[in-house]
């Protein structure tokens, strides 16, 4: 699925900025959808982004970033600890905006993937636990600049794997054990003991 045209015209691009949990992370959101919904990419570093023009050319220009992650109208750049908001915010918001302007690919169309549905071959336990993360708690972390999907299911211990923002979150943890764990607990008491996280 093609998500950006072609055509040479400009496009009307604005972006604002949101603040997340993570204090080296930054949203910064268009006026227009960059992915289909429910499709995440997360890349933490260079050697990662080879099929995402964007995300490469902000790794090989701004030497302080060190996770990009884009998702339905927004892209996360979470920064180095040294660096300070108020000195690249605007360089970054700048950049953006002028790469979105020219009709640039994001992702590169043969990487593109639609959103993962639920898998007929789930089990009934997954497929409730899949929907509680979809309907409960994907749009709270979403509004964070961040992403969890479903990793695996195993004798009650449910894994997700936490993306963009969330990753490398102070507060992601007691997210994940205060927020997550509690509601699927509570929603599925005789099938949930704990939930864990990949790729904190």
Known sequence: M????????KRNVNIYM???PNPNSMKFVANFMLLPDGVSYDYPNLESAEHSPLAKVIFQSFSYVERVFFMSNFVTITKAEG????EIRTEL??????????NKEIIIPEALREEVEINEEDSETVKKIKGILDEYI?????????AITFHSYKEGVVKVLLQ????GCPSSTV??????ENLLK????NEVNAVEAEGI
């Not at 660096?83 to 108020?86: G, L, Q």
């Not at 918001?93 to 020219?102: A, R, S, T, V």
């Not at 997210?175 to 997550?180: D, F, R, V």
């Open 83 to 86: 660096k300070d908001w108020e």
């Open 18 to 20: 949101e603040a997340n």
């Open 2 to 9: 093609q998500t950006i045209n072609n055509d040479k015209q």
């Open 175 to 180: 997210t994940l054990k205060s927020g997550i």
């Open 186 to 189: 509570r929603m599925l008491p």
């Open 164 to 167: 963009g923002a969330c990753s």
């Open 93 to 102: 918001k700048d950049f953006i905006k002028g790469y979105l302007e020219e």
């Open 138 to 146: 994907r749009p709270a972390v979403e509004s964070d600049g961040g």
